[in-house]
């Protein structure tokens, strides 16, 4: 098992943690964790784009002028895509972006996504993250001790005062261990584990 060492807010070391390697040093494969976030970003899009066709447009029931004898092309509506203030054609429809990938895939890439992190030591484990009250001058001054970039912070159940003392500060997330996802660990280059979630995450995805 890997070791980490635990450190406090104010950056000094408290102890140390074992690492399950089934979680943290997992072989790492960039088809399955591109094939997860492709999968985690469709999902998000809404989908609502529409254009109007033919069954959409008011009008054009009555053909313009008869089919022969006038010198002009043949027309049967004046909504036709050819025509000015007609319909779109093969124009986006609403529809569902989503698409499904199984569950074992999704800890599978979970597992490569916190290992990476861990191989290029940018994971960290603090014992735990208090603050007297709501303040986000008070988390700013903890997270320059702690020297964050922009990071993602991984905590076993929200601390209110964590959570809304952190949300003012753009480069970084908070987030609970039960909604840590391949997505939001690579999109921010570092990672920050409160104790407990870092517990709770290695027993869940053993």
């Excluded at 070791?3 to 088809?31: C, M, R, S, T, Y």
């Excluded at 109007?52 to 002009?72: D, H």
């Excluded at 049967?76 to 989503?98: E, K, N, V």
Aim: glycine share 6%; charged share 30%; aromatic share 4%.
């Amino acid at each position: 098992m890997a070791k980490l060492q635990i450190i406090d807010q104010n950056n000094k070391k408290v102890g140390d943690i074992e690492l399950a390697p089934e979680v943290f040093e997992v072989e790492i494969q960039p088809e399955i964790l591109n094939l997860v976030v492709r999968s985690q970003r469709a999902a998000k899009r809404q989908g609502t784009h529409a254009t109007k066709n033919r069954a959409l447009i008011n009008g054009g029931g009555r053909k313009p002028w008869r089919q022969k004898g006038t010198g002009r092309a043949r027309a049967g509506s004046s909504r036709s895509p050819l025509w000015r203030g007609g319909a779109t054609t093969f124009g986006p429809q609403p529809r569902d972006y989503s698409f499904k990938v199984n569950k074992k895939v999704r800890k599978l890439a979970l597992q490569m996504a916190l290992s990476s992190r861990f191989s290029e030591e940018k994971l960290r484990v603090v014992n735990t993250i208090e603050l007297a009250e709501i303040k986000t001058k008070a988390f700013a001054e903890i997270a320059e001790k702690l020297g964050l970039g922009k990071t993602l912070i991984v905590a076993k159940d929200i601390d209110e005062k964590l959570a809304l003392s952190a949300r003012n500060m753009p480069h970084i997330k908070v987030i609970e261990a039960d909604k840590l996802n391949v997505y939001d660990v690579l999109l921010y280059p570092e990672l920050i584990m409160l104790e407990s979630a870092a517990q709770d995450v290695q027993e869940r995805l053993k």
